[in-house]
C-alpha cells in the first residue's frame, strides 16, 4: 500500500501530527509507526514487578530494548507527570523558525486537544504577586525565573489521556508498534516512503521523522547518508534533587514548576527542570544507560511527601569534539558502574564534605529517598569538576529563594542527562532538502517537552496538506 504519508515515531510530535490529519483530512491515507508498544502494551518490568533495578536481556544487556518507559504509543512523555508548559520561553526552539505567536497558537491548539480528552482545567498564574515576590528574591541571588502557565496532568491522567487520543485514532490512522524503521527510502532528492527492519517497503510521498530523544541517533545516522548537515547543540549534565514538600511549599504552591537559569562562575549556564511537587524519583533507560528522572501523580494519594527536579548544566564543545550525546553516555554509565547498574544517591551534606554517602546516612537523614533501590555512594567520582561546582553554586543561589533547600539532608541522584541531537538543517517549514522529508521533536533537538512537540507536528501536518491540495489543484 502506498500512503499519503508516514509518520515515525509515536511521541507528541507524531501523534500530534496524526491526530491534525485525521481531523482535517480523513482521506488522505496516514501510516504511524513506532518501534516501542501501544499504550496498552507499555508495561515496565522494574515498576510492575517491583524490582530494583532494570533486569538483563537474553543478550546481557541492561534494560528491555525497545524500553517501555520511553518508546510506544505517547514516547517518553506517557510516564511523564504530564506537565504541559503554555509559553515560548522555555520547551523548545520552534520560535528560531516561526513566529511567537504562531508557536504560541500552535500550542494552545495542542492544549484544546487535551483538554477535550480529559485534561485537568486547572492551570498556574505566572503574574500573582506572590510570583513577583519569588522573582525579586531570585534576582538579588543573580537567577532568573522563566514564567508561563503550566497545566500539570499527572502521571496517571496523562496515560488516560493518551488511551482516549489512541481509540479516536486507530479507526482513522493505520498503525503499527513493536514495528522498527531501518531506512528512508530516496529517489531523486525526494522521499518515497520507508523501509523496515524486516526488509518490508513501504511506500509514501512524504515522511515525518519524530522518533524522539531515543531515536536521535538512528535520525543522525540517517541524515549523515543523505548528506544532510547536522549542527551538533548541547548536551546537559547534572543530578535529580530531592527534598521535603515544605522546602518548596511556596514555589509548588504558586507556580508548580519554578524554572530558574544561573550563570556560574566558572561561566557555566545550570537550570532547574522538571518539578514534581509530592512526586517520585525514577529511573530511565536511555538505550541501555540508566538516567535519574522524576514524575508525579494528579491524585495526593499516590504521592509521596517530597519534591524533586533536576538541576542541569549545559555543556558546549567546541572544535575538534562533536560527540556531545556520548560524552554524557560516558559520565553517566560511569554512575552505573559505581552503583553496579543503577542511580547513585548522596546527601548534600556529604557532597559538601567530600565524602560518599552510606546507607546508615542516609537512613539517618531527614528526606526518605522515594527512590528506594538508589545506591548510596560519591556523585564526586562521576560528575567532572566544573559540573559539580556549577550544581553546588546553583544550589546555594536557590537557597535564598526557597530557604532550606542547600540543607545536609537534600538528596541528589545522578547522574541525570538530557541529550539533544543533533539539529538537522531544515527550512521554516521543518523540512530537509529531501524534498518531502520532515523533521521534528525532541528527536530532531527542535524541542523540548510535550507542548512545542505537539505545536511542531500540527504544524508539519498543516504543510504537508497545504502542498498535497496544491499539488492536486495544479492536476
Known amino acids: 500500500m502506498k500512503y499519503d504519508c508516514i509518520i515515525v515515531g509515536a511521541g507528541p510530535a507524531g501523534i500530534f501530527c496524526a491526530y491534525e490529519f485525521m481531523q482535517k483530512r480523513p482521506?488522505?491515507?496516514?501510516?504511524?509507526?513506532?518501534?516501542?508498544?501501544?499504550?496498552?502494551?507499555?508495561?515496565?518490568?522494574?515498576?510492575?514487578?517491583?524490582?530494583?533495578?532494570?533486569?538483563?536481556?537474553?543478550d546481557g544487556v541492561s534494560g528491555c530494548h525497545p524500553c517501555s518507559i520511553t518508546n510506544g504509543?505517547?514516547?517518553?512523555?506517557?510516564?511523564?507527570?504530564?506537565?504541559?508548559?503554555?509559553?515560548?520561553?522555555?520547551?523548545?526552539?520552534?520560535?528560531?523558525?516561526l513566529e511567537?505567536?504562531?508557536?504560541?497558537?500552535?500550542?494552545?491548539?495542542?492544549?484544546?486537544?487535551?483538554?477535550?480528552?480529559?485534561?485537568?482545567?486547572?492551570?498556574?498564574?505566572?503574574?500573582?504577586?506572590h510570583v513577583r515576590e519569588i522573582e525579586k528574591r531570585a534576582l538579588a541571588v543573580g537567577l532568573k525565573l522563566l514564567r508561563g502557565q503550566v497545566r500539570h496532568l499527572g502521571t496517571e491522567n496523562n496515560l488516560e489521556i493518551l488511551k482516549r487520543i489512541y481509540e479516536v485514532l486507530k479507526d482513522s490512522v493505520d498503525m503499527r508498534y513493536d514495528t522498527e524503521v531501518k531506512d528512508v527510502l530516496v529517489q531523486d532528492d525526494k522521499v518515497c516512503g520507508v523501509l523496515l527492519q524486516s526488509g518490508e517497503r513501504i511506500e509514501a510521498d512524504y515522511v515525518f521523522l519524530g522518533v524522539g530523544r531515543d531515536g536521535s541517533a538512528w535520525l543522525e545516522e540517517i541524515c549523515k547518508k543523505n548528506n544532510i548537515h547536522l549542527q551538533n547543540n548541547q548536551v546537559d549534565i547534572g543530578v535529580r534533587v530531592e527534598t521535603n514538600d515544605i522546602i518548596m511549599e511556596e514555589i509548588n504552591k504558586n507556580l508548580y514548576e519554578g524554572k530558574f537559569i544561573y550563570r556560574t562562575s566558572v561561566g557555566t549556564v545550570v537550570r532547574t527542570f522538571c518539578s514534581n511537587p509530592s512526586g517520585h524519583v525514577v529511573v530511565e533507560n536511555h538505550s541501555g544507560t540508566m538516567l535519574a528522572n522524576g514524575h508525579a501523580y494528579a491524585s495526593k494519594e499516590l504521592g509521596s511527601h517530597n519534591t524533586n527536579f533536576a538541576l542541569l548544566v549545559s555543556h558546549k564543545f567546541s572544535d575538534p569534539f562533536d560527540l556531545p550525546n556520548e560524552y554524557a553516555h560516558q559520565v553517566s554509565r560511569l554512575a552505573n558502574e559505581l552503583s553496579c547498574g543503577g542511580i547513585i544517591v548522596q546527601r548534600y551534606g556529604d557532597i559538601c564534605r567530600g565524602r560518599r554517602s552510606t546507607q546508615k546516612r542516609i537512613d539517618e537523614g531527614f528526606v526518605r529517598p522515594s527512590l528506594k533501590e538508589a545506591v548510596p555512594g560519591d556523585l564526586g567520582l562521576v560528575l567532572p569538576y566544573n559540573t559539580m561546582k556549577s550544581i553546588i553554586e546553583m544550589i546555594e543561589a536557590l537557597n535564598h529563594v526557597t530557604p532550606g533547600i542547600a540543607n545536609e539532608h537534600t538528596l541528589f541522584y545522578g547522574v541525570e542527562a538530557k541529550f539533544y541531537s543533533a539539529r538537522p538543517e531544515i527550512n521554516r517549514h521543518f523540512e530537509t532538502k529531501i524534498s518531502g522529508l520532515y523533521v521534528g521533536g525532541d528527536g530532531a533537538g527542535l524541542t523540548r517537552g510535550l507542548a512545542q512537540a505537539g505545536a511542531n507536528g500540527v504544524f508539519v501536518a498543516r504543510d504537508i496538506m497545504e502542498r498535497i491540495e496544491k499539488g492536486r489543484n495544479e492536476l
Open 100 to 129: 511567537d505567536d504562531k508557536v504560541m497558537e500552535l500550542i494552545r491548539y495542542v492544549d484544546s486537544i487535551n483538554l477535550k480528552f480529559g485534561a485537568t482545567p486547572v492551570i498556574t498564574d505566572p503574574n500573582t504577586d
Open 73 to 97: 504509543f505517547g514516547g517518553a512523555g506517557a510516564f511523564s507527570d504530564g506537565k504541559f508548559n503554555i509559553t515560548t520561553e522555555f520547551g523548545g526552539w520552534l520560535t528560531e523558525y
Open 27 to 58: 482521506d488522505l491515507k496516514v501510516l504511524l509507526i513506532d518501534k516501542g508498544h501501544n499504550i496498552y502494551s507499555r508495561r515496565c518490568p522494574v515498576n510492575e514487578h517491583k524490582l530494583e533495578k532494570c533486569p538483563m536481556n537474553k
